[in-house]
């Protein structure tokens, strides 16, 4: 990503409001773009109401694309970070034609293992046949969706990445309210599904248009799961971990069952889901400064290591590289603590204008915390990442999973006034661990950087 980082810097070189409105604009939907704008559309559907349209069909809707959303980005997860190290290495040995192979095999991969989860799951659930069959195509393309994020991150369009957001989430609105009087509830999600197969096809004609088209399959990147295969458990258990809270709320003793077996939290959903959006600023932040500005010295330390420099040039960039990190943890701390502090104090506002309940206030306040120390840690785990320190991401996301997990389940044993409390502080104590990690690596880097190198 950070290299559509550097391409959305050239858009602030405009010197107008207007160009850097436009440069974050850009890098927000980059980073958030399938959530962000699922979020959206929900939030528009929610505002159009029709004569007939019930709540228990608009629960269904809406609890279905949560569902959706959630189980696709975990699963996704195991394939994503492989494909990602992949790629990467590809591309460093100018192998780029491998591209489109390498995207049909994940997504071989992608579509075989989700028509089996998602048709596994969605089927117990007491629905029409349609409305299952519609919503399986939805996991699928969703999945998809992800995957090709993957990859169009690789040629740094995010032009067309937002296009297509824009595009096809109109669409999705627009086809919910155009075939609902026609079909009910299997138009509503048809159409919502419409306008995700737009953005979908879109990104893919991208892709098709940009690299030579090679073979369906590639062995070679088979044997990445095994080589990587922590790169595929972080994938996979870190978004979890995200996640975990919230499915284990879904079957708290107070959690609803909208059918059998589709089962909704209404008091712990909506001020989570909503307190994710405050981080999206912060999102956009590190995509063009932070992460672009520490790939510049990271980039140039190793490359006087690799140029054999002398010790003093070396240590010298590590300096710099160390003080840009703080620099730019310190902007973050301030940008996303600004905005956190003021949505706490507008939190009575707030909840009137989305429509929560006064009851959610505490809730929804202690959410804001544990997002904005959440995006905290995702930052620090993207700074191990870059160091290459798998084993110690993995001990960190083993943290989060845990301790979100668990302390979860004791704040639902403590009752509603702890909700929010084990999120919060899971958050806290997994970015403690992580900070912990960064600060011993910064300390050894030259250790580290040596002693992984061959012997020769």
């Not at 990104?203 to 940009?210: G, K, P, T």
């Amino acid at each position: 990503m950070a290299g559509i980082g550097f391409e959305l810097r050239k858009i602030l070189r405009g010197d107008s409001y207007l160009a850097e409105m436009s440069a974050y604009l850009y890098a927000a939907m980059v980073s958030s773009g399938p959530w962000l704008m699922s979020v959206l559309c929900l939030a528009v559907l929610g505002m159009y109401s029709y004569s007939g349209f019930s709540q228990l069909e608009q629960d269904v809707f809406r609890t279905t694309i949560i569902y959706v959303y959630a189980f696709t980005l975990i699963y996704v997860g195991f394939v994503q970070l492989v494909v990602t190290r992949y790629l990467a290495d590809k591309f460093y040995l100018g192998e780029e034609r491998i591209t489109l192979t390498t995207y049909f095999t994940s997504s071989i991969i992608v579509l075989v293992a989700g028509t089996v989860i998602s048709v596994g799951s969605i089927w117990f659930f007491e629905l029409e046949p349609l409305y299952k069959g519609i919503a399986v195509q939805l996991f699928l393309i969703v999945a998809m969706i992800w995957l090709s994020m993957i990859f169009l991150s690789a040629i740094k369009d995010f032009r067309s990445i937002v296009r297509a957001f824009a595009v096809g989430t109109m669409l999705s609105i627009g086809g919910a309210i155009m075939l609902y009087p026609y079909m009910g509830l299997d138009g509503y999600l048809l159409g919502y599904t419409f306008g995700q197969a737009v953005i979908f096809f879109m990104l893919l004609a991208r892709l098709l248009a940009e690299f030579p088209p090679g073979r369906i399959w590639d062995s070679e990147m088979l044997g990445y799961f095994i080589k990587y295969w922590d790169l595929a458990l972080i994938g996979m258990l870190f978004n979890l971990a995200i996640w975990i809270d919230k499915i284990l709320f879904w079957f708290a003793p107070d959690s609803r069952m909208i059918v059998p077996y589709l089962r909704t939290h209404d008091m712990y959903e909506g001020p989570i889901f909503f307190a994710y959006l405050t981080i999206v600023p912060t999102l956009a932040i590190f995509l063009i400064k932070t992460e672009t500005r520490f790939y510049e010295h990271y980039h140039d330390y190793f490359a006087k290591i690799i140029s054999k420099k002398e010790l003093s040039s070396i240590l010298k960039e590590k300096r710099g590289m160390v003080s840009m990190l703080k620099e730019s943890l310190r902007e973050i701390l301030i940008v996303q603590g600004a905005i956190t502090l003021l949505c706490l104090f507008m939190s009575s506002e707030f909840i009137a204008i989305v429509g929560l309940s006064p009851l959610q206030k505490p809730l929804l306040q202690i959410a804001l915390v544990g997002a904005f120390l959440q995006v905290l840690l995702s930052v620090s785990v993207i700074i191990l990442f870059y160091f290459d320190l798998r084993r110690r991401v993995l001990l960190v996301t083993l943290t989060f999973l845990c301790s979100n997990a668990g302390l979860t389940l004791l704040s639902m044993k403590l009752g509603y006034a702890f909700y929010g409390y084990g999120y919060c502080y899971s958050c806290l104590v997994s970015l403690m661990a992580a900070f912990f990690m960064i600060s011993k690596s910064v300390d050894d880097l030259e250790y580290i950087t040596f002693s992984s190198q061959p012997v020769g």
